[in-house]
């Protein structure tokens, strides 16, 4: 073992009830948008999680019944042997790496809507679903009874799956979360009132759950350290029943009360941000415990073991970022680590039905249907231009490094990095710099790849460059002219000061009146907005959605950047479209009504869509490809402009198949197949 004798610590095995964790590495329990849906995927990517070095690996949220069903979200479930086999392909994945695998059972009481099982969903008493026009019905002492058994017989389902830690899941406003609710539960019997009755439920499943498999998995519960607010469960009364139920659980999970601050993303929550709440849980509890806060670290990691603040180092995005994180550590190859960058690009997709993905790690979702593997590539040979050192350009160049190419790799610029070294200058961004930082530092490390800064290629440098392929990564610009979602055509009455985010990121700083006119309604609109009223600007942000940012509330971001933009003073004008700016005024229409509204502003800025930078390629091979592009690639924004991620994926996918067969889609796919004779 190569390991650096201060880390030695988080290599140390530890035992949580009936079985031993093999290190202090814990990957929580997180969402993946695979669940039930994508058994395989699923299965193979918590493999390679377990691969990477992680001590524990844990499902997603694991409905227990019908009655508890999360559609659209793709949530895991285990309600019959079919799920058990699933599920047992997920354990099997990670024994195979010599980790432990948790299963976190899971019932959405009211916060479902069961619509795809249509059963009618439980709660402690009836109330509204999270959205749905549902609400639940109310649970008698039968309703729990039966939930009892249910979670029970769930719990021997995932102990003959092969769990080895099975959770009791009482937050996150699900089920049993309403029953510890001072507000919610309003019941007369057992399980209403006192603190003890309210958490009846909570303890009886703890038992229940150790009786039905404590003799050969540990049970595990997740719980919000700092309690559930206020009118819900207060954090004094979180704080005794820690005490309380101390060692009933052989290992406590712990969360904070705020979800959005818990999920927080790097523009508004800092790293290891939870300390002074789950500090002391161990004294009270007597049992290991392990808690999140975006480790990327190891030097925080270490900490939060040598300070005694935890047993175990939780972690969902860090594991996402680089599932191999505890391995560099193992290995002293710390500089390796890709560290997440906090921009919940993994969670949106998760929150829009979709299978995980990562900005950092574009092999994230890829392990089973596209056979990527995040730390291994194919063996190549060639020579390769690449014309753009942005995020796609720069991952490809990493990945064909790594394959043994020869690689150059031009930027105009005289810094690397495109559009991430310039959006990690405006406010909250500063993270996002890591997806620069985490290729440069690679590559810098790789003979074969050689970076030229100041290098601005026209198309017959490039013919001349003589390489065997040419990958063009020229990003893609903000747009002056207003087109965008809302307006097909350009814009025809802009006149005076007009700008872009590009503009601003060159460093403009408009003083006086500034509308922001946001069409894109994802963070780059606030986050101008803030850095003009920062400087002093008297700024108005006007969206065509209803919400500043609407689209971050898939990232977790959407009420903070309202909060933040409001806090700032920036005025914000909601479902309105800009139609005409002539240099003092702005003028809107009101999307429903067409009602105008005018605010005077000296300087217009424009957040609507961009425009790909693709003269190369079009010089190259034809607007309409006249010429065969299998040997010269269009990769990230200057072929479709959209979120980071998918200009690394981009970059990776071209750089990993380049030489061999691309696919156009990946080469497998999870899905139904009906078996059996046609029915006629
Ligand atoms: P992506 O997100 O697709 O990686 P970016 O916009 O972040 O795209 O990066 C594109 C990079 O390409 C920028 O750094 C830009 O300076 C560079 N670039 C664009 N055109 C040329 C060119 N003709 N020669 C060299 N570099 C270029
Ligand atoms: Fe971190 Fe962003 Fe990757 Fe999520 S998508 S793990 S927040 S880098």
């Known amino acids: 073992m190569t390991t650096e004798s201060r880390y030695a610590p ?7 009830g009936p079985v031993i964790a093999p290190n202090r590495f814990y990957q929580v329990p997180h969402c993946t948008g695979m669940g039930h849906a994508l058994p395989q995927t699923l299965a193979t990517m918590r493999g390679v999680k377990a691969e990477g070095g992680w001590g524990v690996v844990c499902t997603e949220y694991c409905s227990i019944h019908p009655s508890s069903d999360d559609h659209p979200y793709p949530f895991a479930s285990n309600w019959d042997d079919g799920d058990t086999a699933n599920l047992a392909a997920i354990a099997d994945a990670v024994h195979a790496h010599g980790a432990l695998a948790g299963i976190e059972l899971w019932h959405g009481g009211s916060y479902v809507a069961n619509l795809a099982t249509r059963m009618p969903t439980l709660g402690v008493r009836s109330m509204p679903a999270r959205s749905d026009p549902f609400q639940s019905q109310r649970m008698d002492r039968a309703d729990i009874r039966r939930l009892k058994s249910w979670h029970r017989q769930a719990a021997l389902r995932a102990r003959d799956a092969g769990f080895d830690i099975i959770y009791v899941y009482p937050t996150h406003g699900y089920l049993v979360w309403e029953f510890l609710s001072r507000s919610l539960n309003d ?12 958490a009846r439920l909570f303890r009886e499943l703890l038992e229940d759950t150790k009786d039905a498999v404590g003799d050969r998995c540990a049970v595990a519960t997740r719980f919000s350290a700092d309690g559930h607010g206020e009118t819900h469960l207060s954090a004094d009364e979180a704080r005794d029943l820690l005490a309380l139920f101390g060692s009933l659980p052989d290992l406590w999970d712990l969360v904070i009360e705020d979800y959005e601050e818990e999920m927080g993303s790097s523009r508004f929550v800092d790293a290891a941000a939870f300390e002074s709440r789950v500090r002391g849980a161990r004294a009270l509890t007597g049992r290991p415990v392990v808690s999140i806060g975006r480790f990327t670290s ?16 939780g972690a969902a995005r860090p594991s996402i970022a680089d599932p191999f994180l505890p391995e560099k550590i193992r290995a002293g190859r710390v500089e390796d680590i890709r560290e997440c960058i906090g921009c919940n690009i993994c969670y949106a997709h998760d929150t829009r039905g979709s299978a995980l993905r990562c900005t950092q790690n574009p092999t994230m979702g890829e392990e089973w249907r596209s056979g990527w593997h995040p730390e291994r590539v194919p063996a190549g040979r060639g020579s390769v231009l690449i014309v753009g050192a942005g995020p796609a350009g720069l991952e490809a160049a990493h990945v064909l490094g790594k394959r043994g190419f020869t690689v150059a790799l031009a930027d105009r610029s005289d810094a690397p990095g495109g559009r991430v070294a310039r959006e990690s ?3 909250g961004l500063a993270e996002w710099a890591r997806v620069r930082d985490y290729r440069t530092g690679q590559i810098a490390r790789m003979p074969n790849v050689d970076l030229y800064l100041g290098n601005l290629l026209t198309a017959a440098d490039v013919s001349g460059f003589g390489a065997d392929y040419v ?5 893609a610009r903000w747009r002056r002219n207003g087109i965008g979602r809302w307006h097909a055509a350009a814009i025809g009455t802009l006149t005076g000061d007009v700008l872009t985010p590009d503009d601003i990121m060159d460093g403009a700083r408009p003083q006086g009146r500034v509308v922001v006119f946001d069409d894109d309604n994802y963070y ?23 919400k500043a940012g609407e689209w971050s509330a898939h990232t977790a971001e959407q009420a903070r950047t309202q909060r933040q933009l409001l806090d700032a003073g920036v005025e914000i004008v909601v479902a309105h479209a800009l139609h005409a700016f002539d240099g003092s005024s702005a003028g809107f229409a009101c999307i429903y009504t067409g009602r105008e509204l005018w605010r005077a502003a000296a300087h217009l800025v424009l957040v609507t869509s961009r425009e790909p930078e693709d003269a190369l390629h079009d010089e190259l091979l034809g607007r309409n490809g006249e010429t065969d592009g299998s040997r010269i690639i269009r990769i990230g924004d200057c072929r479709q402009p959209a979120i980071i991620a998918a200009a690394v994926y981009s970059g990776h996918k071209a750089a990993r198949e380049l030489g061999g067969e691309l696919h156009a889609v990946p080469a497998a796919r ?8 046609r029915r006629t």
């Open 471 to 475: 990958l063009l990564a020229t990003g």
């Open 298 to 313: 190891p030097d925080t990691m270490l900490g939060q073991l040598t300070r005694g603040v935890l047993d175990l180092v």
């Open 425 to 427: 200058r405006l406010p």
């Open 670 to 677: 999870e899905r139904v197949v009906i078996a059996g004779p």
């Open 187 to 198: 019941r007369t019997d057992e399980y209403g009132g006192s603190l003890a009755n309210r």
């Open 10 to 16: 988080l290599f140390e095995p530890l035992q949580i």
């Open 524 to 546: 780059m609109g606030p986050v101008v907005a803030l850095a003009l009223a920062r400087d002093g600007a008297q700024v108005c942000y006007a969206t065509t959605e209803s």
